[in-house]
């Protein structure tokens, strides 16, 4: 039995023959490589960063380490996709890992939404919520549903193509949902100047609100282009490899922002830069 398996969404179905390397293949093959030559080193870096406590130590930055590991999933995820093509005994392995992409990567950074939306909408909970095993039963959490969805996806992906399309879509969409809501809520309250503020209050805030803009934009140019396409799908039952294009490049450069941002606080981008 051959699978098609150039794209980790609902391309990756039953197929009785294997498609032979278009356009879209050939693209969707680059992109996989370079998250996994680019991708997997640069979050192996922070996640050795946020260890060493380079950043604000690992009880503050413990949420966008969990994140770089999904991240390092995905990466790897990334490689199968191009190595199933010659090595059909990874497609398991392959499909257990799309659980990991499509809950992994959104459950974690809502975790992160959440909390920068009780630390400027809600100070005294985010103040007593803030110590280091809270987060971690948060993500103990997180891992477990993490790991429900790449059993789901191991056992019903290549079965059921249009639950996987309502799987991923609605799980999506509702992380999504989540997410625009507390950085929307959050922009507004850094908008708003407090009486009294210091010029270096006021530098912060707006420092703050750029990098929270950057990522609110971030979130809809991830998950915006999938969405459609698995609705499009949905209503038309039709799907063509073209359709997938976007939300796969956007989905793969977009993982790429939460990195850059830490180097970039931490003051390491420029000395990757140099490299």
Known sequence: MNYSTMNFMPEASLNSTTKPFGPVEIMNGCMYSFSFLVGLPTHCYVIWLIITGAGSGVASEFFNL?????EAGFAVNCMTFVLVVWFPVLVEFQMFLVGLVITGRPLFQCLMCVERYLAVVHPLSFLKYKPLRYRVICCAVAWILTLGSCFSC?????LYNIIHLWFFSVQFLLFLSIQLFCLVVVLRALKQSGPGERNDENHMKRRAFCLILITTVSMVITYAPYNIAAFFTIVTGKQSAVQWLPGTFCYVLCG???PV??????????CICLL
């Open 261 to 270: 941002l830490y180097l970039q606080r931490t003051g390491k981008l420029s």
């Open 256 to 258: 790429f922002i939460q």
């Open 66 to 70: 969990n994140l770089s590991v999904s």
């Open 154 to 158: 191991l056992y019903t992906i290549v």
